[in-house]
């Protein structure tokens, strides 16, 4: 078998792990092999006695022939087996998610006190029975094809099916050098892995489809990064992501394919991510391939709607960030809005504007037009004409599913026709009074019908505040009011508390997540575990968030505030 070179040192763990009657970690190349007849601590037997395996992975598809780990392109495969590269200095566990690892790892939180773990998370050792992969694919960057891409300093360090049933996807992000490195290191750095860890977390609770992050480790090794792009080359910490998905294959996987005519593997490849993940449609269907794209098309619309209901702008819309789930992945310069703007741009190295919040809808069009692009040489001239149809509506898609999320961020019941001129009206009221947009969505859920129709905006409603020196926030109200009245059985109590469970108090604003990073930077992570908790439930007052001043106007130097690719 291809990968009989790599079994050695693993099996040489496992006997060691075998004499606790259960399998363990095997080290990586360059980490610390355990004594003869040594067993882990028992603290850490709950880590010992857990695996992850590659086979799902390994028996479907051909990997790099080449065993060598150095920058390359690479052909006719889907991974190139590599291994993490451990820290040289010492490692600080950061934060972990306690529901990750105890609802999708079935791992006790007591594990994350066992030095196996600390290694495990950082690199330095990878489960038994699982071979760490990097994953070739490619992608349109900014709206030109780029090539080869790939897994330039993420390792996906073996699959886990729980106790559910679900199968999850395990990868470690800023662990080292693969052969898709290009020019970079292999590793991540502190305020971006953190920002990662945070948002992709917060995602989840603000009901978003998105990955999970299970933990967030940060080391004492200098990497050097020009944040900014500007030439100010900076020393930072190293730092690593566990991040889970149930998948990470994303549209560039199969534009890589495409673009190389290895036709055989494209199939194999989309045959594989429909039997697994997409279980409606049957594998003996000839229309698979339509199906599968009709049901990403419809899925992507989705996903977007919601981004622009919580105001996320993703900030690099690459189609190797986009996910053939529909899944939020790849967190880099992204960024809540606080003031309505849909010219809103969270990167700053977006010069042209491209990733714009109000051009993701556009944006998620060319990138499923690349997808489509993609399928082509595995359709027909009949499922071509027929997918090229679907593709053209996914406007319909997307327009009609913001606009129910948007009449639901409103209190809204029932269809009228001028649900949408409402919804446009307070968002232009917005846009010019620069109004926030979580708040004032927030703050219409916290008030009563009556002190609307009296104008009569309490001083903590301060989002309210400025949306009412618009002259034409009396008559929006007026109609909102009008509209509020026509939902049948409805009362305002009923529609404040609806509204209050789909409008957030709490977002990770780029200000509260740059406090974080600032105090990390000097080993204090108590933001960084305030902030998991209260992201947790973001739709309920807490006292540490207010106190915090998590819902107060933004502080003034958050407007300066810039993030950029540089991570």
């Given at each position: 078998m291809w990968w009989r070179p790599w079994l050695p040192a693993c099996l040489a763990w496992g006997c060691v792990a075998a004499l606790c009657g259960s399998r363990g970690l095997c080290p990586a190349p360059n980490a610390s092999r355990p004594e003869p007849g040594q067993c882990p601590r028992r603290r850490a037997a709950e880590l010992c006695a857990w695996a992850l395996s590659s086979d799902s992975l390994l028996d479907i598809f051909p990997?790099?022939?080449?065993?060598?780990?150095?920058?390359r392109n690479v052909r006719n495969c889907i991974f190139s087996v590599v291994y993490p590269?451990?820290?040289?200095?010492?490692?600080?566990?950061?934060?972990?998610?306690?529901?990750?690892?105890?609802?999708?790892l079935d791992l006790d939180i007591s594990v994350k006190g066992s030095s196996d773990f600390l290694e495990f998370v950082s690199g330095g050792k990878v489960a038994f029975g699982s071979v760490p992969l990097a994953h070739r694919y490619g992608g349109h960057q900014f709206g030109s094809w780029a090539g080869q891409l790939g897994d330039g300093r993420a390792h996906l360090i073996g699959v886990y099916t729980n106790r559910h049933g679900e199968r999850w996807e395990l990868q470690l992000k800023g662990s080292g050098k693969t052969?898709?490195?290009?020019?970079?290191?292999?590793?991540?750095?502190?305020?971006?892995?953190?920002?990662?860890?945070?948002?992709?977390?917060?995602?989840?609770?603000?009901?978003?489809?998105?990955?999970?992050a299970a933990s967030l480790v940060v080391s004492d090794d200098d990497v050097w990064r020009d944040q900014f792009y500007n030439g100010n080359i900076k020393k930072e910490r190293g730092a690593i992501v566990l991040?889970?998905?149930?998948?990470?294959?994303?549209?560039?996987?199969?534009?890589?394919?495409?673009?190389?005519?290895?036709?055989?593997?494209?199939?194999?490849?989309l045959d594989f991510i429909i039997q697994e993940h997409f279980p409606s449609i049957a594998m003996n269907d000839s229309n698979r391939y339509l199906e599968f794209f009709s049901t990403v098309v419809s899925e992507t619309a989705n996903l977007i709607s919601l981004w622009m209901s919580v105001g996320f702008a993703h900030g690099v819309c690459n189609t190797d960030n986009f996910s053939l789930l529909s899944i939020t992945i790849d967190y880099g310069p992204f960024g809540f809005m606080d003031s309505y703007d849909p010219d809103f741009v969270p990167n700053t190295s977006d010069d042209e504007r491209r990733y714009k919040i109000?051009?993701?809808?556009?944006?998620?069009?060319?990138?499923?037009?690349?997808?489509?692009?993609?399928?082509?040489?595995?359709?027909?001239?009949?499922?071509k004409q027929l997918a090229s149809q679907v593709l053209e509506g996914y406007g319909e898609h997307y327009y009609s599913r913001f606009t129910e999320l948007f009449k639901t961020k409103l209190g809204l019941l029932g269809e009228n026709e001028n649900d949408n001129y409402l919804i446009a009206f307070l968002l232009k009221i917005m846009e010019d009074t620069k109004a926030d947009f979580t708040m004032t969505f927030r703050e219409l859920s916290e008030i009563t019908a009556d002190q609307l129709k009296e104008l009569h905006i309490p001083e903590e409603f301060w989002a309210l505040q400025d949306l009412a020196k618009h002259?034409?926030?009396?008559?929006?109200?007026?109609?909102?009011?009008?509209?509020?009245?026509?939902?049948?059985?409805?009362s305002d109590a009923k529609r404040r508390t609806r509204m209050a469970n789909v409008n957030p108090r709490y977002i990770l604003r780029n200000w509260m997540a740059e406090s974080a990073v600032q105090k990390a930077n000097?080993?204090?992570?108590?933001?960084?575990?305030?902030?998991?908790?209260?992201?947790?439930?973001?739709?309920?007052?807490?006292?540490?968030?207010?106190?915090?001043?998590?819902?107060?106007?933004?502080?003034a130097w958050a407007k300066h505030l810039k993030v950029s690719c540089s991570s």
């Open positions: 990997v790099d022939v080449i065993q060598e780990n150095y920058v590269t451990p820290f040289k200095s010492r490692v600080r566990l950061v934060a972990v998610s306690k529901e990750v690892l105890e609802n999708i052969p898709y490195s290009r020019n970079g290191d292999g590793r991540a750095v502190l305020r971006s892995s953190l920002r990662e860890f945070l948002c992709s977390e917060a995602m989840h609770y603000l009901g978003i489809p998105t990955s999970r991040r889970l998905a149930k998948s990470w294959f994303r549209i560039g996987s199969l534009e890589i394919l495409a673009h190389s005519g290895e036709l055989h593997l494209l199939r194999r490849l109000g051009n993701q809808a556009s944006v998620g069009l060319f990138n499923l037009s690349k997808l489509l692009q993609a399928l082509k040489p595995l359709l027909d001239p009949r499922q002259k034409l926030f009396s008559e929006w109200v007026t109609m909102y009011l009008l509209r509020l009245n026509s939902n049948n059985g409805d000097l080993n204090d992570f108590s933001e960084v575990q305030l902030l998991e908790q209260v992201l947790q439930h973001p739709f309920e007052r807490q006292e540490a968030a207010e106190r915090a001043g998590y819902s107060l106007r933004p502080p």
